[in-house]
């Protein structure tokens, strides 16, 4: 009705060619416009009320609102149906992207513009960042920058720092922690429920990885089970002789030979490769003729 009556107002009769959809988005346009026209302007009891509406014209309206604080824009960027459009403006206000937890914020949320959350990075706090890298739905580059940037800090945390994160971090930071001094580091690492075989065997091979990581696969038997990483431990050159000469005669015959040719394999190990694989050709070799003899006389049996 009161759609109907403006109309009158205007000069504009509902005979002439208008129907009720017209009329009812009309009526809803003049309500969402008195709306944001109430956000600019509303107290703070009343800006709590169009914290959560719908309309991104009067959330964009509400920005504008000088009473507008820190708790107030909290609430917003904790909706993950809050705009791109809306969650940019947040983030272009230098003067709420002085308030650390506002970055915090604005980073973990989902529709941050890139551009506008890679930078606020390198303010956040170590903690801030493991936070950010577990967060589902922010971008995979986001996530990957949050996880490097955590990795730089790595020789300067205290053990309990290094510890927790190689329990709880991500498959990345896990991954990144097997290279550390400390073994406990590692072996937390290692139990993390992230951690991949692929990411255990690119360690072996870094130059970075030290003897203690050698050391802890051996004693753990879940991972030193794996035939793969049995292998990286053979090309790492930090396993003992003796563990060397209990892991050779495990290996199929192709992997021998590439030990035996590969140049990052100690060269006293790829002499005693050989040799074991030159016994092997003769085994086969004994085998073979053995077995030769046999049919023979079986034959001369059979005749």
Do not use: C
Request: proline residues 4%.
């Amino acid at each position: 009705m009161v759609a109907f009556f403006l109309l009158r107002r205007q000069g504009i009769q509902w005979r002439n060619g208008w129907g009720q959809e017209d009329v009812t988005h009309l009526s809803l346009e003049s309500a969402t416009a008195q709306e944001a026209r109430r956000a600019r302007t509303a107290d703070r009891s009343a800006i709590e009320t169009l914290l959560h509406h719908r309309s991104r014209e009067v959330l964009e309206a509400l920005l504008e609102n000088p009473r507008l604080g820190e708790k107030h824009l909290a609430i917003l960027l904790s909706r993950r149906d809050l705009s791109r459009e809306v969650v940019a403006r947040i983030a272009e206000n230098r003067e709420w992207m002085k308030s650390h937890p506002l970055k915090l914020a604005v980073v973990k949320h989902p529709r941050t513009p890139r551009h506008l959350a890679l930078p606020l990075l390198k303010f956040l706090y170590l903690f801030d960042l493991v936070s950010v890298a577990g967060v589902a739905g922010v971008p995979a580059e986001l996530k990957r920058q949050a996880e490097e940037a955590i990795l730089t800090q790595q020789e300067g945390l205290a053990l309990g720092q290094r510890l927790s994160l190689a329990r709880q971090g991500s498959h990345r930071i896990a991954a990144g922690l097997l290279l550390d001094s400390d073994r406990r580091v590692i072996e937390a690492a290692l139990s993390n429920p992230a951690m991949t075989e692929h990411a255990i065997t690119a360690a072996l091979y870094q130059r970075k990885a030290g003897p203690e990581l050698a050391s802890a696969l051996v004693e753990d038997e879940r991972w030193f089970a794996r035939y793969p990483i049995k292998l990286a431990l053979l090309r790492g050159r930090k396993l003992s002789l003796g563990r060397v000469m209990a892991i050779l005669p495990e290996l199929a015959q192709p992997d021998l030979l590439d030990l035996a040719d590969d140049p990052r394999v100690r060269s006293e190990l790829r002499g005693y490769v050989a040799k074991l694989l030159q016994n092997r050709r003769s085994r086969k070799q004994k085998k073979s003729l053995r077995g030769g003899m046999k049919v023979g006389l079986a034959r001369v049996q059979f005749s």
